[in-house]
């Protein structure tokens, strides 16, 4: 078992390598929102991010924190998809060539955006393969360095920094309810929200169906599921990795799960109340809030990721307006 | 003819009394949204309004302008939608009542809306009937204050600063597109373009079928057209105002056409690409860029105003997803 060896120093460390050149993005506030969860919730949207997703933050930290002479031969990746972006735009920034490693059945528009920002894409079938191993031998046969999607300590760090930028910009909260894929954003976030100076609840939330890290955490050990069915492509995850495992034990407080339905309804509030895009795995917090699977206080001040907003318009209307 | 008495005064006043009551809206930069209109595109996000749309800009103004005595009976007025709820909330925040006459066929959400601002709803067939007289009886009747959409100087003072905000944001733009129904945003948009210290070519835009305004400019005179039917219902206007028209006369360079399929168009790439919602009047002037309906120079720098994001998952599914 690894330590819990992340800091709030590597956050802001990262926080300075992102410096002008991820987005600080928006808290987005509004009383409908605050009605419908009976708190006052700050929600930081990551879909305004670069690449649409937070997963450009630990992307481009993991990728800036090598030396040049190690990524000189480029970087490669396995992803379901945003992951697969970050890494592509920050190999582009950085001038050094990118592999990403997707399902087949990832979104077309996340497949054609990789591709955009320069990487080569090899498509694999995620319900037969395993993409940890298969992305270890094609990084080995490419000699080209390794980027995972979350067990990985500079990634981590940099989704660190979407919980830095919110402390920074809300005064004290008392819950931050962050989704969860393989836990590197609440890795980050946990770390940095139990740095604070005050008591800061942190929840993550899972899909019904693709709860790893909630059995995890409850039985005290890595569980491994099989590859979830959820419209959440960002969250089909089958366990933690042994690094955010760790921290994830010493900092979050509680896993929570939401139903595909509430995905949909929190996806439909966000459209039509805060006017902004989030796709199924980008709302899954936003979900747990307004379904009440997070149990908040009236007058208490809920943090909320809103993850990612790479989802096409017409799944999106196929998810949502068939109603 | 009334004279084209709006001037960078006017809209200077509305800034401060909309300070810390209207929100200041983020301008919008996309790489990729400037790779398809070909220049540099800055994008005035009133999605992200209050109530939805830029609409609350003019309303508040006018609203604060009248005298605590003249408002107390309450204010009333006629619109499509946005501007109702604006008028509605404006009311609300000055604590008197407001009606709101509003065409049947509006978006069940924004009848919806203005009624949860604590506005009294009160319908009329488009088709049939014609608002304005409607709209100054209901007002004579219950002695309220008429607060028109468009043709009304503190109206057009409110609107434009939306561009008073944009050119303190932006460094010189070089062209200006605006959304055009009645006029009420772009005459306060031009008036702050022209008083600039550098030249700004104002480009308005309305869909095809509704081309009241490119026509009344045209010919020198107000013309007026039948009840345009087209799927941007802010933009149904018939004519312009005796105001609006006169400002538009000596600020407004060009007015250009959409069709309904160009706004579709826009509308899924601002979903896919900027993350924003806009409804079809929202995204009309974006709709010309893409088109090429306005004609930029590389390089130029282009301000566009993104005026509305009050559409319904379901209709925006209907809209955009059935293709």
């Not at 949207?45 to 997963?55: L, N, V």
């Not at 993850?307 to 989802?311: A, C, F, M, Q, R």
């Given at each position: 078992m690894t330590d819990a060896s992340l800091s709030l120093d590597d956050v802001q460390r990262a926080a300075r390598r992102l410096s002008g050149v991820a987005h600080r993005t928006p808290v987005l506030r509004s009383k409908s929102l605050d009605a419908a969860v009976g708190a006052t919730v700050f929600a930081k949207?990551?879909?305004?991010?670069?690449?649409?997703?937070?997963?450009f933050r630990g992307a481009y930290n993991a990728v800036a924190s090598l030396a040049p002479e190690t990524r000189g031969n480029g970087v490669a990746t396995y992803s379901s998809g945003n992951h697969g972006q970050a890494v592509a735009l920050a190999a582009a920034l950085h001038d050094v060539p990118a592999t990403v490693l997707m399902p087949e059945d990832a979104p077309a528009t996340k497949v054609a955006a990789t591709r955009e920002y320069g990487a080569e894409v090899v498509l694999y079938d995620r319900y037969q393969q395993e993409r940890t191993t298969l992305g270890e031998s094609l990084a080995e046969d490419r000699n080209m360095v390794l980027i995972p999607p979350f067990n990985h300590w500079d990634v981590m760090a940099g989704q660190g920094t979407t919980a830095l930028e919110l402390v920074e910009d809300v005064e004290a909260l008392d819950t931050l309810v962050v989704c969860v894929g393989g836990g590197g954003l609440i890795s980050g976030c946990a770390t940095v929200a139990k740095a604070q100076d005050y008591p800061v609840r942190v929840v993550g939330v899972e899909p019904e169906a693709g709860d790893d890290v909630k059995q995890s955490l409850e039985q005290g050990h890595i569980v491994t599921i099989e590859t979830p069915r959820t419209i959440a492509d960002g969250q089909q995850t089958t366990s933690p990795g042994d690094k955010t495992f760790a921290v994830m034990a010493r900092r979050v407080d509680e896993v929570v799960t939401v139903s595909d339905d509430a995905i949909v309804d929190a996806m439909r509030l966000a459209f039509e109340r805060l006017k902004v895009v989030l796709e199924p795995s980008g709302a899954s917090a936003l979900a747990a809030l307004l379904s009440g699977a997070v149990s908040v206080e009236p007058g208490e001040r809920v943090g909320v990721t809103l993850?990612?907003?790479?989802?096409g318009a017409q799944r999106f209307a196929a998810l949502v307006g068939a109603e």
């Open positions: 949207a990551e879909c305004f991010q670069r690449t649409g997703a937070f997963k993850s990612g907003g790479n989802v």
